[in-house]
Every structure is written in C-alpha cells, then in structure tokens.
C-alpha cells in the first residue's frame, strides 16, 4: 500500500503548480481527472495515517522534543506551496532589530546545494543585510551553534510548524486565503501537510493575502479555524508590493513598469498569488510561465527566458526574489529583470500578535 501511495504521490510533481490545484480542486473536469482524483485519494490514507502517527508520537513524549536555551518562533503553514512564510519571516525579524533584541533565523535549507543558501536564505540576504541565518537539515543543531556564535536569546524557525523536534514559544501558522484548508485533502489529494486538526498547536493564525476575499468571507474562514484553535490570535494581512529588485540591490519605484509590455514568470508553490499581486499593480502581461516550487534555473533557461521575452516585444521581465537571487543577473539577454518585492502589512491583529512577541521578549533569559 505505502508503495503505490509513493508512486501515486509522485504524480502531483508531473504537473505544474496551477495544473494540481485544478486538479485537487475539482477545477479540472472529466472522467480522467475524476478517476485521477480517486486514486490520490487511495494515496492519502497513508500519508494521513504517518502523519497522525508522527504527530501521536509527539503529542505523547513518545518521540524526544529538544528545548534550547532560546526562545523560539516558529513560521509555518498547514499546506504546500507559497503562503507568504517568507515575507512574515522578515516582518519578525525587522520587528525584532527594532526591539534591539539579538535573533538568528534558522532554516533546513531546501533546496539548497551542496555549501550554498537557498532561495529564502538569499532573499533575506537581499533585502535584510545583516540578518543571521543558519541552515541545516538538523536545526536543533543550528540553533544551537546560532546561540553559541552570536549570543541570540530568539531564534526565528522558518517553515517549521510540521518540525516537531524543536520545542517553540510561539507557533505562527499562515493560511493562504486562495486554499486556506489545502481543498479539505493531505497530500497528494490535496495540499494539506497534515491533517486539518494539527491548527490546534498554533498560537497565531494569520490569514495571508486576505484582500483577496470579502470581510464577510474572511470572517468564515475565522470561525472555521477557531474551531480548531479557538485559543489562537487571529491576524490578516496583504502583501503590499514595495518596490522593484534588481539582482544588484538597486531598487526602483513599482510604478516605473506600470506602463510597459511586461513578461513575469515564477518558481512557487501557488503561483495564483504572485498573479494577482502582479494585477494589483497595474501590470499588463503578455505572457506568463510557471515553474516548479524552488525551481534551480540553469544558464539554458535564462537563454529561454531571454528568447520568450524578445518574442513578446517585452520592456520588462518581472519575476518574485526568489527567482531572481537564483539567477543572479539584472538582465535577460538585452530585456531588464526586475524582481518585485513585497512586504507583509497587516489588515488586522497586528496590536494581539506584537503583545505576544513583546511577551516572548520578556522571558528571553
């Protein structure tokens, strides 16, 4: 059984990141993708079945949880795919630099080659010089060696609310307001990286990109999550476009490409979200592509890229820091490359959240 739910579980990766959802979502009609839909189904009893058990250990002492000498906050999500957990990793850390505290963000590093950041690792390092970042698969060791080398007394734990092994003061868990329950499946039916009712070990819920819903809609998904963590801060909040990147570090007004024949392109888990951030913004595409979540670019793909934008008469091409910082050049061929950067803003619950934080910061050692 837990053979063939390996081999269906590879299934979601041989589509894009739109083609799954439309999948998972029932979006996608006919036969073929309902019977496709049911043989995922069969998929995600065992994987359900492992996590409930992982969780069980857990939940019972049975598997060892490792406190360190830190308090910790950990940025995390119940589903795959982009919901926002890096923008909220830098919301923490500029609040926390402001406070004077000494932090350190930890993070296993996917995706990442042999010796080098990853994607998120870079961001940070674009946008926030000076920020300490440790990557390891084994995190509890790199908070420790973080606390050791730099005297951090808060360690800052992306991704992480599914890494139990690592004790935590405060668990942040985002909700992405376009699938906030993964289509009601664990993987690979839906995105659920766990099942529904893990939301009871958060602290903070903060529903991400909430302007893509009406007040009305974001109060029900409120109710339905606070029947699983009724005791959790409730927090929403947008991705508010700030200005343009290029892989240099010079900026440029997000307005300066509102008139002009654009391309974008991205390597997310949900691309629908960069999508609609890209609209909020006046933009005109001629043309979109996908790629897969941490997509490593090669130099052929930026020759493709810069190909693709010269077919469509493109001025600009715009892509998320993410791809940028992979690809590492400021033009595609002879067409500029401009990463559009955002930042969390908060709608909502931010006075509740930042008491909790100040709380934390009370108890540092």
Known sequence: MFRIAGILGEVPRLLSPSQFRDLASGRRRGLGAALLRS???LAEIPYTAAMRWRNWRYDTGAALVHRVPAQVVSVGNLTLGG?????????LARWFRCQGAEFAVVSRGYSAQQGALNDEA???????????????????AAAQEAIQQTGSRVIL?????QHRRMARDLDIVLLDALEPFGFGHVFPRGTLREPID???RAHVLVLARADMLEPAQREQLRREASQYAPQAVWAEAVHAPRKLWDSHGQTSPVESLAAKRLVAFCGLGNPAGFRHTLAACGYHLADFR???DHYRYTPADAQRLALWARQHGAEAVV???KDLVKLAVDRLGSTPLWALGIELEFLSGQEPLEARLRALLESVP
């Open 39 to 41: 043989l995922l189904r």
């Open 83 to 91: 919901t926002g957990k890096t923008p909220m990793v830098e919301w």
């Open 122 to 140: 870079l961001e940070l390092r674009l946008k926030l010089p000076g920020v300490r970042h440790w990557q390891n698969p084994d995190r509890v």
């Open 157 to 161: 734990l992306d991704d992480a609310f």
């Open 198 to 200: 893990g939301l009871r």
């Open 290 to 292: 996908e790629f897969a």
């Open 319 to 321: 892509c998320t820091c």
